[in-house]
């Protein structure tokens, strides 16, 4: 079945600066490509999908990149502030089902 | 528009004890998924259903675990003698489509 990894599981960032998370999986056919925020003792909220044929997508501050050839999906925040201190995770959606796979988690902390 | 509804929002067991998850999904979302979340850990899929079928269960112990959606509507996860690995947070999310799923606050169990 496919399989997610993410990288890193924890990052720490000052305020200004950008912050990259990185995930990659296995199906080549995953049809929609998800990335979800946590914050403590709430649900998981969605701040981006896309679709299998969009390479680029850029949307308040969030850019997510898709690399169909080596697999591999990566979330930047730009400018990150300490509001955006939360569990990150990428989400996969496999091909010609609904069943949805979520990486390992990225805990990132913004410092002032 | 009311969101995905998880109670109860805290639960203590003892092993051994059995204990039962309800959710109540958003209203028309015909997907709805049951996730496990181990401290620290990402979203493991136990379950979805489609309306009132079961689609996936491959990841649900099936000999203490059981999940119901008998009208396509609200569903119930229980489970029989737990352990305490089976302390977690327990996800329910429901979805019009694989592309964005919609995420209660969630059961924390611990299992003592």
């Known amino acids: 079945g496919e399989q997610v990894e993410q990288r890193p599981p924890h990052l720490s960032v000052r305020e200004g600066d950008s912050a990259i998370i990185i995930c990659t999986y296995t199906?080549?056919?995953?049809?929609?490509f998800s990335w979800y925020k946590q914050e403590a003792g709430a649900g998981l909220q969605l701040l981006m999908s896309?679709?299998?044929?969009?390479d680029r997508k850029e949307e308040q501050g969030l850019t997510v990149l898709l690399n169909k050839k080596d697999k591999r999906l990566s979330l930047n925040l730009t400018a990150a502030h300490p509001g955006d201190s939360a569990v990150y995770f990428c989400a996969v959606s496999v091909s010609n089902t609904n069943k949805v796979v979520f990486g390992t988690g990225t805990r990132l902390q913004v410092l002032p | 528009e009311a969101g995905v509804t998880q109670s109860p929002r805290y639960a203590v067991l003892q092993e051994g004890q059995a204990v039962s998850f309800w959710c109540d999904p958003i209203s028309g979302h015909d997907t709805l998924y049951w996730y496990q979340q181990p401290r620290d850990q990402g979203p493991q899929l136990l379950v979805y259903?489609?309306?009132?079928?079961?689609?996936?269960n491959s990841q649900l112990p099936s000999d203490r675990f059981s999940a119901v959606r008998p009208k396509g509507t609200n569903s119930t996860l229980k489970i029989q003698s737990a352990k305490q690995g089976d302390t977690a947070t327990y996800l329910c999310a429901s979805s019009p489509s694989s592309e964005r799923l919609f995420f209660g606050h969630g059961t924390k169990l611990s299992v003592l």
């Open positions: 896309v679709l299998s044929n969009v």
């Open positions: 259903f489609r309306d009132e079928a079961v689609i996936d």
């Open positions: 199906d080549s056919a995953t049809a929609y």
